[in-house]
């Protein structure tokens, strides 16, 4: 399968503070990537969808002045959450679809925010 | 309703035995079905695709689609104790490239 690396694996930061999370296809490339936010013992949330060369989809509900997205590569989308406070610590993932026909989707190991 | 529903267990199944999970979805454009499974602290991690009406077998592990019924499961064989996760149900729809993913089933395997 396809290998998507995430980095960093975990950060904890100060209420107020911004965090940028990157998500990489290693090896092969992704126009279109997707970020999930999971909180403890529930299911994947999508935030948004993430567009090489244009403008981030976001989900209803999600702030997208509070969570950008920035696709700059075919490998590379970057998710900068923005004055975080502790609500927003969760667990990141970023998935990218390696065969288009079938969306068949590989997830990074995932980004710990602990926001204090 | 859900759009992706799954029953959210927790399963235990003893060490051997077969792991049984259902899994049934609204939208009747869907096209392709995936299981990922999710162990705790851990990002998910595809173990099935599944894109026609039948089975397919990969290892221990048994895919099932009936699109008429709407409906996909998977079998676990030979169950371990490392297959103790959280498997998730996955579908994408016939609008976009986007995944709508079940709850979850919690699985136990006892040794």
């Known amino acids: 399968g396809a290998v998507v690396s995430q980095h960093p694996s975990w950060v904890i930061c100060k209420s107020g503070t911004s965090v940028k999370i990157e998500c990489r296809s290693l090896?092969?490339?992704?126009?279109?990537m997707f970020w999930y936010r999971q909180f403890p013992k529930q299911s994947l949330m999508l935030m948004a969808t993430?567009?090489?060369?244009?403008?981030?989809?976001?989900e209803q509900g999600v702030e997208k002045d509070k969570f950008l997205i920035n696709h700059a590569s075919l490998t590379l989308s970057t998710l900068t959450v923005t004055s975080a406070h502790p609500e927003d610590s969760s667990f990141y993932i970023c998935?990218?679809?390696?065969?288009?026909?079938?969306?068949?989707?590989?997830f990074g190991p995932g980004t710990r925010l602990t926001v204090l | 309703q859900k759009e992706v529903e799954q029953n959210s267990g927790p399963l235990s199944v003893p060490e051997g035995a077969i792991a049984s999970l259902n899994c049934t979805y609204s939208?009747?454009?869907?096209?392709?079905f995936f299981w990922y499974r999710q162990y705790s602290g851990k990002s998910p991690e595809l173990i099935m695709s599944?894109?026609?009406?039948g089975d397919k077998e990969d290892g221990r592990f048994t895919a099932q689609l009936n699109k008429a019924s709407q409906y996909v499961s998977l079998l676990i064989r030979d169950s371990q104790p490392s297959d103790s996760a959280t498997y998730l149900c996955?579908?994408?729809?016939?609008?976009?490239?986007?995944?709508?993913f079940g709850g979850g089933t919690r699985v136990l395997v006892k040794p």
């Open positions: 998935s990218a679809p390696w065969r288009s026909s079938y969306n068949e989707q590989f």
């Open positions: 090896d092969f490339q992704a126009t279109t």
């Open positions: 993430s567009n090489e060369g244009s403008k981030a989809t976001y």
């Open positions: 939208d009747r454009g869907s096209q392709s």
């Open positions: 599944i894109y026609s009406n």
């Open positions: 996955a579908v994408n729809g016939a609008a976009g490239n986007k995944l709508t």
